[in-house]
């Protein structure tokens, strides 16, 4: 249908026939719910009273991630302080973290996150290093340090420098060896001072 306007759009002329249409109703109008408007969804969650909405495509989160202290543990089970809890409440390790994680994450003072779920305990998922540590401790079943081209240690004035190409140099003040058993230098020359 073609209309034509005069004068003012809104108003219509004797010669328009300008028909408003009404919008069929759809299933939330026929189940009674209330209808969503463009401007509940630009308005503010809080004064439209709706939750906020989910990034397209995206699903709703059922859990919350922060950060915690831990004030004890045992085993898989620790007490955590979260900021802004009136006191310490009760948590559990996840089955995939190390506890000991944990623990060194407690003797250190570290931060640990946490996962909120409601219904459920707090989850530790993890620990966070948030400072470079005065002291290093590594402990595991094997330790492998590799540099391609070289490996160096040093402290103060001593180091051991390791070169690709087998070239072991040892320096030192005052450079110490014992065994409680067999001691053995092998090499095609051997040579003192």
């Given at each position: 249908?073609?209309?034509?306007?005069?004068?003012?759009?809104?108003?219509?002329?004797?010669?328009?026939?300008?028909?408003?249409?009404?919008?069929?109703?759809?299933?939330?109008?026929?189940?009674?719910?209330?209808?969503?408007?463009?401007?509940?969804?630009?308005?503010?969650?809080?004064?439209?009273?709706?939750?906020?909405?989910?990034?397209?495509g995206a699903q709703p989160l059922g859990a919350a991630m922060?950060?915690?202290?831990?004030?004890?543990?045992?085993?898989?089970?620790?007490?955590?302080?979260?900021?802004?809890?009136?006191?310490?409440?009760?948590?559990?390790?996840?089955?995939?973290?190390?506890?000991?994680?944990?623990?060194?994450?407690?003797?250190?003072?570290?931060?640990?996150?946490?996962?909120?779920?409601?219904?459920?305990?707090?989850?530790?998922?993890?620990?966070?290093?948030?400072?470079?540590?005065?002291?290093?401790?590594?402990?595991?079943?094997?330790?492998?340090?590799?540099?391609?081209?070289?490996?160096?240690?040093?402290?103060?004035?001593?180091?051991?420098?390791?070169?690709?190409?087998?070239?072991?140099?040892?320096?030192?003040?005052?450079?110490?060896?014992?065994?409680?058993?067999l001691f053995r230098i092998v090499g095609r020359l051997l040579?003192?001072?």
């Open positions: 249908m073609a209309a034509s306007f005069d004068g003012d759009p809104r108003q219509p002329g004797p010669s328009t026939a300008v028909e408003e249409l009404e919008p069929e109703a759809g299933p939330a109008e026929a189940s009674g719910a209330p209808r969503v408007t463009l401007d509940d969804v630009l308005a503010e969650p809080a004064e439209a009273g709706l939750a906020p909405l989910p990034a397209p922060r950060t915690a202290r831990i004030a004890a543990i045992t085993g898989r089970q620790a007490r955590i302080v979260v900021r802004g809890a009136a006191g310490p409440v009760e948590a559990l390790v996840a089955p995939e973290v190390d506890p000991e994680v944990i623990a060194d994450a407690h003797a250190r003072g570290d931060a640990v996150l946490i996962e909120l779920c409601e219904g459920a305990l707090p989850l530790i998922v993890g620990a966070l290093t948030t400072q470079r540590p005065k002291a290093l401790h590594l402990k595991a079943a094997t330790i492998t340090i590799e540099g391609e081209q070289e490996l160096l240690l040093r402290s103060g004035r001593g180091a051991v420098r390791i070169r690709e190409d087998g070239d072991i140099e040892v320096v030192g003040s005052r450079i110490s060896a014992a065994s409680r058993g040579r003192l001072n």
